[in-house]
T-cell receptor
Framework: NAGVTQTPKFQVLKTGQSMTLQCAQD?????MYWYRQDPGMGLRLIYY???????DKGEVPNGYNVSRLNKREFSLRLESAAPSQTSVYFC?????????????FGSGTRLTVV | DQQVKQNSPSLSVQEGRISILNCDYT??????FLWYKKYPAEGPTFLIS?????DKNEDGRFTVFLNKSAKHLSLHIVPSQPGDSAVYFC?????????????FGTGTRLQVFP
């Protein structure tokens, strides 16, 4: 029972390089999300996907793109990395099937841009 | 504009005592609230939630209280244990937002000492 799997766990990029963060869930959830966590800022939504084939911007989308490849996978791409994108990135998924619901998070990707 | 606020960055409590973590929100349309717990190098995990139709929800040692008139919720942990040492995030959803989108607070670091 893997839940939400993120790869890689750690990455160091040089300014201007590109990379894709991968996320996959095995819970058959419709909704998926990308958040970033920064000290003193909490968790901020970058992009989300309410269902396969749809994506929408969150609070801090600039500098990122996403792809909802299929129901399981939701990737986050940095086209030209900047030091301000140094952060811990979390992917999550959810499905509202009852009165009590919440996100299941992956273990995170720690990204450093130098 | 921080719609979900956790004004205490940290809290230190002795083992066996009660821990009270607080959260305030500004959007009166929020109708569902959650608490997440996060250990270092791991993703946040769901702890407990409450709907706006209730003012209290209990799960073992954890109780969440909601005061809608004050736009305030709190998490009580009784008795506190060293394993409870973690960062706690409150989150809210509902209203004019996509009802599956969670808005997170900035987190409170709880330390439980022997």
């Amino acid at each position: 029972n893997a839940g939400v799997t993120q790869t890689p766990k750690f990455q160091v990029l040089k300014t201007g390089q590109s990379m894709t963060l991968q996320c996959a869930q095995d819970m058959n959830h419709n909704s998926m999300y990308w958040y970033r966590q920064d000290p003193g800022m909490g968790l901020r939504l970058i992009y989300y996907s309410a269902s396969e084939g749809t994506t929408d911007k969150g609070e801090v989308p600039n500098g990122y793109n996403v792809s909802r490849l299929n129901k399981r996978e939701f990737s986050l791409r940095l086209e030209s990395a900047a030091p301000s994108q140094t952060s811990v990135y979390f992917c999550a998924s959810s499905e509202r099937t009852g009165a009590t619901w919440g996100y299941t998070f992956g273990s995170g990707t720690r990204l450093t841009v130098v | 504009d921080q719609q979900v606020k956790q004004n205490s960055p940290s809290l230190s409590v002795q083992e066996g005592r009660i821990s009270i973590l607080n959260c305030d929100y500004t959007n009166s349309m929020f109708d569902y609230f959650l608490w997440y717990k996060k250990y270092p190098a791991e993703g946040p995990t769901f702890l407990i939630s409450i709907s706006s139709i209730k003012d209290k929800n209990e799960d073992g040692r954890f109780t969440v209280f909601l005061n809608k008139s004050a736009k305030h919720l709190s998490l009580h942990i009784v008795p506190s244990q060293p394993g409870d040492s973690a960062v706690y995030f409150c989150a809210a959803s509902g209203g004019s937002y996509n009802t599956d989108k969670l808005i997170f607070g900035t987190g409170t670091r709880l330390q439980v000492f022997p």
